[in-house]
Each structure stands twice: as C-alpha cells, then as structure tokens.
C-alpha cells in the first residue's frame, strides 16, 4: 500500500494532462511575479521621483533657477501623471482574476499621457547632462551638490546628479519589457492575451515616437540658434562643401520657378506659416509703437513747466504747478516704471521667443531644396548616399516638427500678445484713474468748477476767440510801426550774379533768401541765406500759394515764400542794369558791353565773416562768425578769387572768398510811426 501510494503521484505527474496542469501552474505563477514586480517597482519609481521634485530640488537653491528648470524638466507632470497611473494599478489587485486584462486596458489608457510628458523630459536630457558636466568643473560646488544628494538618497552613490536625473528614461524603456514579460507567461488562448499584444505595441510605439521626437528637437536646436556674424565671419565659414550646397540649392530653386520640376505643395505647413508670420509682424509692430510711445512718455518727463516762473502770481497756476509737481514725482515715473515692467520687457521677451522658430522656418525652405533634390535623384537612380539620405531625413524631422508646434506657438503668441495689450490698457486706465484722483481737491478750487462741461466748453471757445482777435489787433499795429526789413548783405561774389537777374526780369522781380533753405523735394532747390532769385510763379503745379518756383541765375525750383523778401535794388545796380539793356523802344541793335570784372570783394575795406573758419596751415588764418576782417588782397598769388588775404586781430593769412560779406550799413536806431 505504501508503494502504491507513493507511486500514484509519479503516475499523475507523468500524465500529459499533469505536466500541462505544471506549465499552466508555472505559467500563473511566474505571470503574478510579474505583475507583483510591476507594481514593486512602480512605487519604488515614483518615491524617487517626488524625493527628486521635493527634497532635493529644495535644497539646490545655490543652482540658477534656470538651470534648476532644466535640470528638473517637467518633472511635476511626469508625477502627475504616474501618481493617477499607480492609482489605477493598485486598484487591480482587488480583481485578481482580471487583474492582467485590466492592466493591459490601464497602459492603452495612458498611452498619449505618458508620451506627453516623457517626450518633453527625455528631449531636455542631453541638456541637463552638459549643466552636471559643467558642475563637475567646480570641485566646491560638486562637493556640495553631491552631499544633498547622499544626504536623500543614499543609494544614488558617486554618480550623484546623473543617476536620478536618468531614472524616468529608464522607466519608460522598461515598460514594454514588464508587459513582455507578463504576456510571456499568459497562455494565447486567454482572454487577456490581445490586450496584453496591444499594450506592449503600444509602449513599444510610445517609446519611437519619444526617440523620434528626441531627434527632432536635436534638429531643431541646431538651426534655431540666430547667430549675429559679420561679414568677415561670414566669408570665414564659406568652403568647398557649403558652396556646392548652396549653389544646388539655387539651381534647384530656378528650376522650380522656370516650371522645370514640380515645386512641393504643402497647404497644411503654408497655412501655419502664413499665421505665424501675420502673429510675428504684430509683435514686431508693437514692440516699434511701445519703443515710440516710452520714447515720448521720456520726453513728457524731461519737460517740466512748472519749474518756471510764469510771473502769473497766485490762483490756478499755483495749483497747477503743485498738483503737476506731485505728478512728475510720483504718477508718471511709477507708470513709466510699470510699463517698462510689465508692458515693455514681456514684449521684447516674446520677440525674441519668436526669432528661433522664424530661423527654423528660413531653414526648412533649404532643407526642402534638399529634399525635393534627394526624390528626384531617387526616382531615377534608385539609391541615394548616406548623406543624401541623412538631408532627406532632416528635413522631415523640421517640417514635422513644424507642422506639430506651430500651431501651438501660434496660439500661445497671440494669448500673449493679447495679456501684454491687456496690461497696457490697464494701465493707462490705471493712470488715468490716479491723475483724476489726485486732480480732485484742485479741481474743485477753479473759478470755473461749478460750471457744465457745455457750458464751460463755450467759455473756452468764447475766451480763445477774443483772444485771437487781440493778437490779430496787435500784429496789425506791430507792422505798421516797424520799420521796412534791411536788405541782407550779399554774399561774396553775387554782384554779378544779380545784374544779370535784374537785366533779365527786371527789379520787381528780385527776392532775397532770410534764411537758409533746405530742399526736400526733387524739385526743390537749396539756397543759403542773402541768395538773390528772380520770381518765376508764386504757386507751384498744384495751386500752392505757398510754394514759389524761382530762378537762381543757373537753377530753377521751389522754395518756401514765406524764406522771400523782395529785394530792394540800389540806385547803382539801376544804373547798370540800364547800360546794359537798351531800351525796349530802340531799333537799332547795339553790341552788349563787356561788363567789367568784378572782385568778389574789395581791396583793403572792412568786412564780416560769415561763417567760422578753422586754418589748416600757416597759410591761412581762423575766422569766427560775425568777427571783422581787414581784406588785403581780394585773390591769392595765383589770381584765384576763391581765396582771399586778410587781416585778423594782427595775423594775417588766407580765408575762403565766400565765407565773407560787406559790413551792412547801419540803420537808423528807433522806430518812426507813420504820419
């Protein structure tokens, strides 16, 4: 008997149907190990995180805040996210039976969260390495770094830093090992087991598209740097291989426009572009408007006419000046002060957020050159090098990479655009709200208070009348009582200039230039002060009385009327000018006289500088403006009239002709009223 009973397990165990039992027994079991690992390491994974977000982060304070948010990521979302993932997972231990297909259903659950916020982690990895790169170089920084992290986690050892920050990239490329592994151990015809495929498909593709979204910020990175070369630095970078490729790229290019080769349309990108630059010159509008309106606000503040003595004693100007004293003090440069803060600095913020990805644009259209050129040359050949394919794949990587966030950098341009108008708004409500406030207690003390605003709109009109007829009464009298205007001096070397203006058109027709004019207009001309011009219209093309197209003796255009005065002609210039031309009523045609050459100015005779004069040699002698001056000799050595020799303050020496002018004669002192 006891034989017997000691083989009848033997018996059942060699059975077929025992050794299936076994496997099957096995299976479940190796199955719950692995379930049990998941969860094990799950809480172990997200204790470390929170140890990371809380403690650790906390005590690197020393760390810039930027380095610390690179350091860190967005390691508060990835807990989010894993806290609610641990949630869930616990909670499948209540159903034993289910528990796998629960947990296969759990990870397609997660499935876009944990791409989401992996992706954005993994992508500043590379760059939270080179900052513990640059921390290494520091040994009394490093130190201290490396003794909070021992401190928290012991186990973290001498790698520190690198071993914590690369635990959620561990994490997330073992997902798909542990689901592996579980379904390893579910049998095929279980319930599960499709779920269980789909899920470690899932994770599996989870992972591709962090790696290929990875590549594409690396991409990216690279060509969103703007980078401010001059030329010299330019030409510096030019060789062989980047004039081959540029020069591909613009036969490529003229090809496409001369309908050569089919251009590549893509209305989904062409769309975001168009918006992107539409939401780019907006903020580029602004940030000119604010730059010209603090510019102005600047030059509000530097005019202060309280300051002065209006010699208006007691009254509103004393309240005036107080309430604008008080302003200038406080309201206005705390505005200024706000709007720089608030206003002008988010603006110049955001510009510059936008020149990367308007970089990344400009190297699309190249990398797209490329591209177009790598599928023409793959149609007909069939292959293509590894260069030529690593140009193929780049380009898809910026043009996905676009497609995916433009849309999304668009709208967060605009939402911004949008608060900073908003602050802006705000705070000239807020101004406008204090000055008012402040303006009160003097308002209320005008003589004018308690009028309506009708009516106190109609005293203002009224008062603003009389008084412009009291300066019309006023300009009247004043030009009946002032003496005729001087004739200004003319310049050096003019006499003839002006006969032969006067024996063409005539004394009546002479103006003189009051002051120097300078033309704008491609018709206008430009004259200095004392130039003489006949009058050839007193209105321009269009009607413009104020506008006057004249004759300089060798050009003709327009100047300002109001910069004309006639010109008075002396009775000597009368007398040439009639030996000059004969009457209009001879009938004998006589030869003009050869008019005697006239120095530009006279010998030995007093005259004015009119311009200053720096000497540059030994030769020559300063001059200031207005100084008089003793002309010796009205030429040089040479003959040339340019230039004459001069006494000054003892010193003689050379001076340009035209830099002088005769003294004009003095006029009588007072005025005399008309009879």
Known sequence: MAEHGTDEPSSRTGSPDGEGQVLEDRSLLHQRLAVRELIDTEVSYLHMLQLCASDIRSRL????????????????????????????????????????????????????????????????????????????????????????????????????????????????????????????????????????????????????????????????????????????????????????????????????????????????????????????????????????????????????????????PGGPVVQYCSLMRELQLQAFPQFKQRLEGLVWQPLCSLAKALAGPQNLIKKRLDKLLDFERVEEKLLEAGSVTYEEQEARHTYQALNSLLVAELPQLNQLAMHWLGQILCTFVGLQRDLAKHVLQRAEDSLAQLPHSHLSEPAFRKLVEDTLGQTGHQLRSFRENLDKVLPPPATQPLLPGAERQVQALLSRYGPEKLYQVTSNISGAGTLDLTLPRGQIVALLQNKDTKGNSSRWLVDTGGHRGYVPAGKLELYHVTPSQEEVRGQEWPHKDSRHLTPEPTPAPVSSVPVVTQVVAVYPFVARSSHEVSLQAGQLVTVLEAQDKKGNPEWSLVEVNGQKGYVPSSFLARAPSPAPWGWSLPS
Not at 240 to 258: C, D, G, M, P, V
Request: aromatic share 8%.
């Open 61 to 312: 304070q020393q760390l810039p805040q930027g380095d610390l948010d690179v350091l860190f990521s967005n390691i508060d979302d990835v807990i989010e996210v894993n806290n609610r993932f641990l949630h869930d997972l616990q909670e499948t231990e209540s159903r034993e039976e289910e528990q796998v297909h629960l947990i296969g259903n759990l990870f397609l659950k997660f499935q876009e969260e944990l791409e989401r916020v992996y992706k954005v982690y993994c992508a500043s990895y590379d760059q939270a390495l080179l900052l513990v790169e640059a921390y290494r170089k520091e040994p009394e920084l490093q130190r201290e770094i490396q003794g909070i992290i021992e401190t928290v986690v012991p186990q973290a050892g001498p790698s520190g830093l690198s071993f914590l920050l690369v635990i959620p990239l561990q994490r997330i490329t073992k997902y798909p090992l542990l689901l592996q592994k579980i379904l390893e151990n579910t049998v095929p015809d279980a319930s599960a087991y499709p779920v269980l495929q789909r899920a470690a498909s899932a994770l599996q593709d989870v992972n591709t598209n962090i790696n290929e979204y990875k590549r594409r910020k690396e991409v990216a990175s690279k060509y969103t740097k703007v980078e401010q070369l001059t030329l010299r630095e330019r030409l510096a970078r030019l060789n062989t291989h980047t004039l081959s490729k540029k020069t591909t790229r613009l036969s490529q290019l003229l090809k496409q426009e001369a309908g050569l080769v089919p251009k590549t349309e893509d209305k989904e990108f062409d769309d975001l572009e168009e918006r992107f630059h539409w939401v780019s010159l907006c903020v580029t509008e602004m940030k000119n408007n604010m730059a010209v309106y603090l510019d102005n606000l600047e030059a509000f503040l530097r005019f202060r006419p309280q300051e002065y003595d209006l010699d208006i």
